[in-house]
């Protein structure tokens, strides 16, 4: 399923997003988009909508348009539908090719792209180097030789990247859409059916290759001449196979292999007819030898690194996909018994009477309760009519010091003083600081002295169930599966309300 122009204005990180779609135990379906959205920072709510209630949708949505989740634009009558490729339309059109399924979403700042790096300036700021320098100190022939190396780097890095599942905006428009009777474009057949395999790059890797190493030789031209017209020569092998393989294998022929093509021959015209054959250097031969050698490796290197990012990712999201499974989830959350708490209102925020109500076993003091609490915190602001949560603290006075037994003072005196939002802020301030005066200011700066028993008591349920290590979530009831991580309940909270047996 493809949506790039949709991830994209949706200023996505795609490869995480596809992952998190595949790895989704309800893939490909519209509630697995749904979450996927979601847990990228995209707030939406999904809809089974008839189309006679669609004019009253917002200027932006999203619908399954010809099978493939599409953002749609209303733009006058017509409207923009952006999937695999953009086009227009008319209601009529938009109506017979899509589902009721809508989509409406609203975008955040979580939802830009979290690339660690982004190597472009860099490689762009080394190409105007490259370029300068080529206009400033080299015959215009030579500067020329080096933009078309450059050109073909370019080219080179982004099949490069498309190998590995990165969206190209550049090969894309080369390369266009497929025809009514293909499933992939003539690029695609080409490109991805290489059959070529040495010490695992495919023809497109070489052409990477090839063009860094003419770009660097071309710096020193004209005494790199000799070698480098070599080179332009032997590439006339590589256009030939290119050539034989799109007209009587393929039978199509692909328009960024053509442009390649291009590219090597404006560089064999150039080397042939104005280059000047210097004399045969044995050191320039050995330099270049190290350089191919340096670069060879590099994209070796680079490529397998890439191939087994790549196989993780699959062979995680087949586990998580296993792993995200709410039957199977739910079968380990009820492998343990039921507690009893006698005390559940202690502590306790959110609705009384909610189907979920969660409980979380933490110390004030606990380096992990932090985002522990952050997480029941979030589903509870996320889900405020379906969740309930109770903060169950383990506090035992007798081995407590004076700052814990005033900040539990403090936390009471909050708590039963105070609206809920203010007890939740007081909790959320004091995992950020740790500092117990800032607490005691949010109940005027004076020393408490609250009944605290309750809490007590509720320790002494917490130690009789066995939960003395912090952080643990209850889940109506039942302790939360070792094997699963805190961060995963995210993914069953929606079934988990939906459950009428639980």
């Known amino acids: 399923m493809i949506f790039d122009k949709l991830i994209n204005y949706l200023k996505l990180d795609k490869q995480e997003f596809i992952f998190q779609f595949n790895s989704h ?13 979601n847990f ?5 709510d999904a809809y089974e909508l008839d189309k006679e ?18 953002l749609v634009k209303k733009s006058g009558t017509n409207y923009s539908v952006y999937s695999e490729k953009a086009k227009t339309l008319n209601k009529e059109e938009l109506y017979n090719k899509s589902t009721n399924f809508v989509l409406l979403f609203e975008k955040t700042e979580n939802a830009e792209s979290k690339m660690v790096f982004n190597f472009k300036p860099v490689l762009y700021a ?3 180097v490259i370029l300068i320098y080529s206009l400033l100190n080299q015959t215009i022939q030579e500067a020329i030789f080096n933009l078309l190396s450059l050109a073909g780097v370019y080219i080179s890095l982004e099949l490069f990247n498309q190998k590995f599942g990165n969206t190209s905006t550049v090969i894309g428009s080369i390369c266009g859409a497929p025809t009514v009777t293909q499933t992939v474009n003539a690029c695609d057949k080409i490109i991805k059916q290489d059959k070529t395999s040495i010490l695992g790059l495919k023809f497109s890797d070489f052409s990477l290759i090839y063009f860094t190493g003419l770009a660097v030789l071309g710096l020193f031209l004209p005494a790199t001449a000799y070698i480098v017209k070599g080179f332009t020569f032997v590439s006339i092998l590589a256009i030939g196979y290119s050539l034989y393989v799109q007209a009587f294998v393929e039978k199509t022929f692909c328009k960024v292999c053509l442009l390649i093509i291009s590219i090597l021959v404006g560089q064999l015209v150039i080397s042939s007819f ?6 045969f250097a044995v050191g320039i031969l050995l330099l270049t030898v190290i350089l191919w050698a340096l670069i060879f490796s590099a994209v070796i290197y680079f490529n397998t690194l890439l191939e087994q990012k790549e196989e993780i990712q699959k062979s995680n999201a087949k586990n998580l996909r296993f792993k995200r499974n709410y039957e199977l989830f739910k079968s380990q959350l009820l492998t343990k018994d039921k507690i009893d708490f006698q005390d559940t209102q202690t502590f306790s925020v959110g609705k009384k009477d909610t189907k979920v109500r969660i409980s979380i076993v933490s110390n004030p003091y606990c380096g992990f309760c932090k985002d522990a ?11 405020p009519d379906d969740i309930s949560l109770q903060m169950r603290f383990n506090y035992i006075p007798e081995r407590a010091n004076e700052k814990y037994n005033q900040l539990i ?18 909790i959320e301030k004091w995992f950020e600081t740790k500092d117990e005066s800032q607490i005691n200011t949010l109940v005027g700066g004076v020393p408490t002295s609250e009944n605290v028993s309750p809490l007590v008591a509720m ?3 917490n130690s009789n169930a066995g939960l003395n290590f912090t952080p643990v979530f209850i889940i109506n009831g039942y302790q939360y599966p070792e094997r699963y991580d805190r961060e995963d309940i995210v993914f069953f909270v929606d079934e988990l309300i939906e459950d009428e047996d639980f």
């Open 459 to 461: 320790s002494m349920e």
């Open 40 to 44: 990228m920072g995209v707030k939406n």
């Open 409 to 426: 003072s403090d936390f009471t005196h909050i708590y039963n003083n105070k609206p809920e939002k203010e007890f939740l802020h007081a």
């Open 373 to 383: 609490h952050k997480i029941v915190e979030n589903l509870l602001e996320k889900y």
């Open 25 to 37: 135990p309800n893939y490909p379906s519209a509630l697995a988009f749904s979450d996927t959205l």
């Open 53 to 70: 209630y669609w004019n009253e949708l917002p200027e932006e949505f999203i619908a399954i348009v010809e099978n493939s989740f599409s």
């Open 274 to 279: 104005f280059f000047e054959n210097y004399s």
């Open 126 to 128: 080394i190409f105007a």
